[in-house]
C-alpha cells in the first residue's frame, strides 16, 4: 500500500513544480451568409473559434436537471466579437435580430443530447431547437439586447423572446409578444434552414400562438470565459499568443511575473488574463497592450491561494484571428501556512533555548553540590 502512496506523492511534487502546459492546435473556422438592414448586400461572416476554448466547454459538465439551468449555457462574453460584427451590418436592434436569426437558421437541425455549449455547437455545425435558441440568444446578449429563453413544455419545444426599442416593422404576420417583467419580448423562431426567407423577430409558429411558455431568464448566463471568438467578413490569419509564469510556486501577496510574446508582432494589442482559482469560474484578472515586437509584460499582485490557473487572450482584429495562450499553473502557499511555519519554527526555537538553559542550571547545581 506504500508504493501507489510515494508515487502519487512524487507526482504531486512533479506537477507543481514542473507544470504540463498544452500547446495550441489548429482553430476552428465556421462561415456563414448574412443580410444587414441593406437587404440588397450579403456578408460572409467568418467567426474563429481557439482550440482550447473549444476544449475548455467540452471539459465542462452537460447535465441539467431543471429547464431554468439552460440559461447557464448562454455565453455572451464568448460572442462579442461576433455581434460587434453583425452591429457592423445593422442601424436598429429590429435588424440585428434578424441578422442573428440568420445564422442560426443556416445550421442543419438534429435532435441533440445532452444540452452543448454555443461553441460547441457551431463548431459541429449541427443542433435543435434548444441548441439554436442558445445560440441566438448568446449572440443577441452579447450585442446588448435583452432577451429570455422560451420553453413550450407540451411542444417539446424552445425558442426566445427579444425585448426591442419599437414594435417588429419586417414581420409578415401580426407581431407576437409574451408579457415578462414589466417588457414585452417578441418571439424569434430559432429554428427552420431558411436564411434568407425563415422567421423574423416577431413571427410566431402557429402551433405556438396559444401555447402558454415557461420562462426562463438569463441572470444566471455565463459571465464570463477564459478567451473569446474571433469574427471577421473578410479572411482571417492565424495568430499565435504564448504565454510564461514566473515564478511558478509563491507566496500569497507577492508578485507573479505574467509575460508572452504575440503574433503578429504588432504594438498596441490588447491582451486580457484570465484565471480559475482552485477550480473555481474564470474571471478577468487583468490587461496589458504589446510593445512595437509583440512581447507583452503584466505584474499580476497575487491575493489567492492555492493551485491557480491562468491564460491570456487575444481578440483578433479584422486581418487576424485571435488566440488563446496555453493555460500555466501556479501554486501559491497562503501567509497562515508561512505564518505557522515561522511560529513552529520560533516556538522550536524556544524550547530548544530552554532546554539549554535548563541544562546549563542542572550543571551549576551539581557543581555548587560538588564543592
Known amino acids: 500500500m506504500k508504493k501507489p502512496r510515494i508515487l502519487f506523492t512524487v507526482a504531486l511534487i512533479f506537477m507543481v513544480f514542473f507544470p504540463i502546459n498544452f500547446v495550441n492546435a489548429d482553430d476552428y473556422q465556421v462561415e456563414f451568409l448574412l443580410r ?86 457551431m463548431i459541429d455545425g449541427k443542433g435543435d431547437c434548444d441548441l439554436f435558441s442558445i445560440i441566438a440568444a448568446s449572440i443577441m446578449k452579447a450585442g446588448g439586447l435583452d432577451v429570455i429563453l422560451l420553453y413550450y413544455e407540451e411542444q417539446t419545444h424552445m425558442n426566445i423572446g427579444v425585448a426591442l426599442s419599437s414594435s417588429p416593422q419586417d414581420a409578415r404576420d401580426s407581431a407576437y409578444h409574451v408579457s415578462y417583467d414589466n417588457s414585452q419580448y417578441y418571439i424569434a423562431e430559432c429554428t427552420g434552414e431558411n436564411w434568407i426567407d425563415g422567421w423574423r423577430v416577431g413571427e410566431c409558429p402557429p402551433e405556438l400562438k396559444d401555447v402558454n411558455a415557461e420562462v426562463i431568464s438569463l441572470e444566471n448566463s455565463e459571465q464570463v470565459a477564459p478567451g473569446q471568438t474571433s469574427a471577421s467578413f473578410a479572411s482571417l490569419e492565424a495568430s499565435i499568443l504564448s504565454l510564461d509564469i514566473t515564478p511558478v510556486v509563491s507566496f500569497q501577496n507577492t508578485d507573479l511575473n505574467l509575460r508572452g510574446q504575440l503574433s503578429p508582432s504588432n504594438e498596441n494589442h490588447n491582451i486580457t488574463f484570465y484565471a480559475s482559482i482552485n477550480n473555481s469560474p474564470w474571471t478577468v484578472i487583468g490587461s496589458t497592450s504589446t510593445k512595437p515586437n509583440g512581447y507583452f509584460q503584466y505584474l499580476l499582485k497575487n ?42 519554527i520560533l516556538l522550536g526555537v524556544a524550547g530548544i533555548i530552554l532546554i539549554v538553559i535548563t541544562k546549563r542550571s542542572q550543571n551549576k547545581e551539581i557543581q555548587t553540590e560538588y564543592w
Open 303 to 344: 491575493e489567492f491561494s492555492g493551485i491557480i490557473s491562468i491564460r491570456a487572450s487575444w481578440s483578433g482584429d479584422n486581418q487576424y484571428a485571435g488566440s488563446v495562450s496555453a493555460t500555466k499553473n501556479v501554486t501559491i502557499i497562503p501567509l497562515i501556512a508561512v505564518e505557522l511555519t515561522i511560529l513552529v
Open 36 to 121: 444587414g438592414t441593406n437587404l440588397d448586400v450579403t456578408y460572409d461572416l467568418k467567426i474563429v473559434f481557439p482550440e482550447n476554448l473549444f476544449e475548455y466547454y467540452a471539459d465542462k459538465s452537460h447535465s441539467i436537471t431543471s429547464t431554468n439551468e439552460f440559461s447557464g449555457f448562454v455565453t455572451p462574453y464568448v460572442f462579442e466579437p461576433v455581434a460587434n460584427r453583425v452591429w457592423e451590418i445593422n442601424n436598429n436592434d429590429e435588424d440585428f435580430a434578424n441578422s442573428v436569426l440568420m445564422i442560426v437558421h443556416q445550421m442543419n437541425y438534429e435532435e441533440t443530447t445532452p444540452v452543448k455549449y454555443p461553441v460547441e455547437i
